[in-house]
């Protein structure tokens, strides 16, 4: 009979290790194996079952402490995160290892809480610096927060890596207190320890799916037309006619000669949305439009578009100096550029329009050009 339990545990905690082996011991429990986040145990009934738990020494050390461990009874079954898991030998009369509490507190001490102590505050320091750093070299990662999946779990992978670290450290702190204090390794919560770890755990993998598996999941899942400097076909066509996003077409421009045409669709937890770029000739029109999942998210997107806008150039339209304006239909609305190109906000649904036809390029909130705006983005049924 075998039974599974986690670990989650590291060698600055390998006292609570000890006891919990001692209690899986207890209940007639068998240490068969151990990794990082797993062991498992085999029920034995017919013997006592005696467990130890180690900080690991030097590989050049290692030949002589498994045998000076063989000597005194034990088998380590497992080295992880830094410390050896042993159990008793069968037949055997087993002596402990560590008789000198003196020696074997100042080995804790000295060689695993205060190095990895430095080394956590030093990871900390490093964070917080390295972090402002990459959200400035990141022009636009206040709107990929809101529109991009995998910008949120990067981010929240991110933020429980800096929770763990500042629960490491005040873990850290309290183990160095309690063996001042009590001058011997200091045991703890074993599920306090088990949760510091899974946090360090949980926060690498949510970093993995948002850097790696769900952008390559958008490339090639995601709904998108790109078209280099070929004419769409048909097929691309109907694709981007069932977008809620408006054409050179429909707005009176070019449409025939379109020899670049890219249009993706974004989706994250707080937003949906279509973002559209066409040119043909000297007509060229830019389209984004997104649906949030409250008002508040939708005002917090509006806001940190036009922020954006307003300060760098991007995708071909340059830097664009918005301003107020009330337009029919839209509960909040910037214009650019004599209002070729607009930022609009109605209750959740947020769009960014522009458009250049020629040298003489109208204003897309004109009459004739404005209600096709707005139908061709749906707001008319919202």
Known sequence: MKKYTLCLLEAVDYKTAQRWLDDMAGQGWELEHCNRIFASFRKVEERKVRHFADLSV???????????????????VSKVNGMDLFRALPGREVTPLQSDKGLEGQRYFRKKLVVEFLVYILAFLMLAVFLPWALSAQKDWSISLITSAAAQVTAVGVGLFALHLIWTLGHYTALLFRYRREDAVPRCA????????????????????????LPLGELFFTQQVSVGLEAPTDTQWSVVEEAPVPTLERLGGENAD????????????????WDYAQCAGE???????????????????????????MERGQNGYGVLAFTACPLTGTDESWVAREETFVLIRKGREVAFVGWRTGENTEAITREAVWPEVLSALHWEES
Not at 61 to 66: A, F, N, S, V
Not at 68 to 76: F, I, K
Not at 196 to 213: P, T
Not at 259 to 271: A, G, I, N, P
Request: glycine content about 4%; aromatic content about 16%.
């Open 283 to 309: 007509d060229a029109l830019w389209c984004e439009r997104y649906t949030c999942i409250n008002e508040k998210v939708a005002v917090w997107l509006s806001h940190a578009l036009l922020n954006e806008r």
């Open 258 to 273: 379109t020899f670049v045409l890219s249009r993706h669709k974004t989706q994250s937890f707080l937003v949906e949305g």
């Open 190 to 213: 074993l599920p306090l320890c088990r949760a510091r770890v899974a946090l360090y755990w949980v926060s690498w993998c949510l970093y993995l799916v948002g850097m790696v598996f």
């Open 58 to 76: 030097g590989w050049e050390d290692q030949e002589d402490y498994l045998q000076l461990c063989a000597d005194a009874g034990w088998e380590r």
